[in-house]
Structure formats: structure tokens, C-alpha cells
């Protein structure tokens, strides 16, 4: 179920792209976008996109996003703990 970070990993993957993640995040980050096509893509246009373009898309997500990606956060922090 990879597929849960790239239908709410958005503004996830910017944190991930700006270095502002936890190392463990980060990590986790890394094997899914290596091993995920869109992921690959989205960092790619991403690092090719100018930084006042990317604050105009993460000022336009909406809320509900948001609290999707704090529950997931939570999840995943918890898969590590359990680990
Ligand atoms: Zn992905």
C-alpha cells in the first residue's frame, strides 16, 4: 500500500525536498520514491520548479489534505516505534 504517500505525501514530499523531515521520515521517504514512478517524477519537477511556485501550490492545498498527512505522519512514526 506504497501508494498511501503519493495520494497524501504532497506537502510531505516538499518537507522531504526541503530537509526539514525527520531522519527517520526521511528514510522511509527515500525507499518509496526510489521504488515509485510518480514520486521519481513529482521530486523531479519539483527540484526543476521555482521556489515561488512551489509556495503558491502549498498555500493551495487544502485543509482536509492536511489532516490526512498528519494522520499518516502518525502512522508512520508509529510503524516505527513498533519496529
Ligand atoms: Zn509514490
New binding site residues.
Given amino acids: 500500500m506504497?501508494?498511501i504517500?503519493?495520494s497524501s505525501?504532497v506537502e510531505l514530499l516538499m518537507d522531504y525536498l526541503d530537509g526539514v523531515l525527520p531522519p527517520q521520515l526521511r528514510a522511509a521517504l527515500d525507499e518509496?520514491?526510489a521504488?515509485?514512478?510518480?514520486?521519481?517524477a513529482?521530486v523531479e519537477s519539483y527540484r526543476a520548479t521555482p521556489r515561488i511556485l512551489r509556495d503558491a501550490t502549498a498555500a493551495a492545498l487544502p485543509p482536509d489534505l492536511e489532516v490526512s498527512l498528519k494522520a499518516f505522519l502518525r502512522a508512520r512514526t508509529n510503524a516505527f516505534r513498533s519496529r
Fill in positions: 506504497s501508494d504517500v503519493c505525501g518509496h520514491v521504488g515509485c514512478q510518480r514520486c521519481t513529482f
